[in-house]
């Protein structure tokens, strides 16, 4: 018989053997049964062909409207303001009263200028009756003075007293014409207490309050020329020199017409056309921009001076420009990207260099061809190499259509 401690080492050794042949077979069948395991599926991936065509180039900046004239409206006497006789915000048409300064000053003025012309006349007819006088005496002391029927004496002091007459009439003459000259000027100035508009168009809110003393450099209001409108925007010095590089010819490019677009703040699309105006005759030092300007129809006074809007044209035509949509182009650190499907259905990861955007598309210099399918939709579910399925890339609506239908069903 074995002792104990014997058959305790027999049943230790037994079971080992046997959790190793175990752990054998288990081994074995794990391997056997990854063998058999199907493979993944192919990755859905949403494709679209590379496309060629011609294509509008546009541009856009940022523009500031301002009315097409603003008359600064500025009272031309000094006084007190006695009333405001337009409504803030309202049109005014030219010659309209809009302020009314107190009279009373500028008609005493008037008056005592008329009084002091009065008074010149008088002085004139005087004049006028002693010269008249003094010339008889001439008339008829010298054929008496030639029979020396009178002193010699006698003649010449009635020579020297006609042209002391004379004088006299001068100086009434021109202290008349002084006297209607400051008559004119009380005039004017009993006119200036009425201020009007210069022109037609918007004013704007009042400046000064009625019972202010104002002057010749108080500002009353403003008045603008809302319709046509002017846009002022800047355009840099490289997209200046591109347009001018597109129309080397400087008469042609002086007689091109340009329309514009104007883009309001509410993100629509004003509804009339811009026409190119003018371009200022210097670059800006400071931002190396050049200052232009269109000229935008508003009927309806719907634009007003001080708006900011985005205003785009087309500068040019690119030929044969290659287009996929943007979300096809990947960025890493500043060099782009897409992913093409070969004709096997493998990915192949492209650099490419960028053009402009063309709405929802990018135009691409480099790295296409045309006809190539790039992965529009699960560009980040890719890999260079794998393969894929490729699809035709649904329309908007009707993969929003898809999520819902599958958002229902869950």
Not at 119 to 147: I, M, S, W
Not at 324 to 345: D, H, L
Not at 365 to 376: I, N, W
Request: net charge neutral; glycine share 8%; aromatic share 6%.
């Amino acid at each position: 018989m074995q002792d104990p401690e014997q058959r305790s080492i027999e049943r230790k050794y037994f079971a080992s053997v046997a959790r190793l042949v175990t752990g054998t077979f288990l081994l074995f069948g794990l391997g056997c049964g990854k063998s058999g395991l199907p493979k993944s599926p192919p990755t859905d991936v949403e494709v679209v062909q590379v496309e060629q065509k011609d294509v509008p180039v546009w541009n856009e900046w940022i523009g500031t409207l301002d009315g097409l004239v603003n008359a600064q409206i500025k009272p031309q006497v000094t006084g007190y303001l006695l009333r405001q006789a337009y409504t803030d915000g309202a049109f005014v048409k030219k010659g309209q009263l809009l302020f009314e300064i107190d009279p009373r000053t500028f008609q005493a003025a008037l008056d005592q200028a008329k009084g002091q012309l009065a008074n010149a006349e008088g002085q004139l007819a005087t004049a006028h009756a002693n010269q008249v006088k003094a010339q008889n005496d001439v008339t008829r002391y010298t054929p008496l003075a030639k029979e020396q029927a009178i002193p010699q004496q006698d003649l010449d002091n009635a020579v020297q007293s006609n042209e002391a007459a004379k004088a006299q009439v001068q100086a009434a003459t021109a202290a008349v014409e002084a006297a209607k000259a400051k008559v004119a000027s009380a005039q004017l100035d009993l006119g200036f207490t009425k201020v009007v508009s210069l022109i037609d168009g918007i004013a704007g809110i009042a400046q000064a309050q009625i019972g202010d003393l104002v002057s010749q450099s108080t500002l009353l209001t403003t008045v603008s020329t809302v319709d046509p409108i002017k846009v002022y925007f800047p355009v840099s010095e490289r997209e200046y020199l591109d347009y001018v590089r597109e129309h080397p010819d400087a008469a042609k490019r002086g007689g091109q017409e340009l329309t514009f677009e104007l883009i309001l703040a509410d993100g629509s699309v004003y509804p009339h056309k811009g026409t190119f105006s003018f371009a200022d005759r210097q670059v800006d030092v400071k931002t190396g921009t050049l200052r232009l300007q269109a000229v935008f129809p508003n009927p309806g006074n719907v634009l007003r001076p001080g708006q900011y809007g985005r205003i785009r044209a087309i500068i040019r035509t690119a030929k044969g420009a290659l287009l996929v949509p943007q979300r096809a182009v990947t960025e890493q650190q500043g060099s782009y990207q897409v992913a093409v499907v070969s004709s096997g259905n493998t990915v192949e990861i492209r650099p490419v260099k960028v053009g402009e955007r063309v709405g929802s598309q990018w135009i691409i210099e480099t790295g296409l061809s045309p006809g190539d399918r790039v992965v529009a939709e699960g560009t980040q579910k890719v890999r260079p190499g794998a393969i894929v399925t490729p699809k035709p890339i649904r329309a908007p609506a009707q993969a929003r259509s898809e999520s819902a239908a599958k958002n229902e069903s869950r």
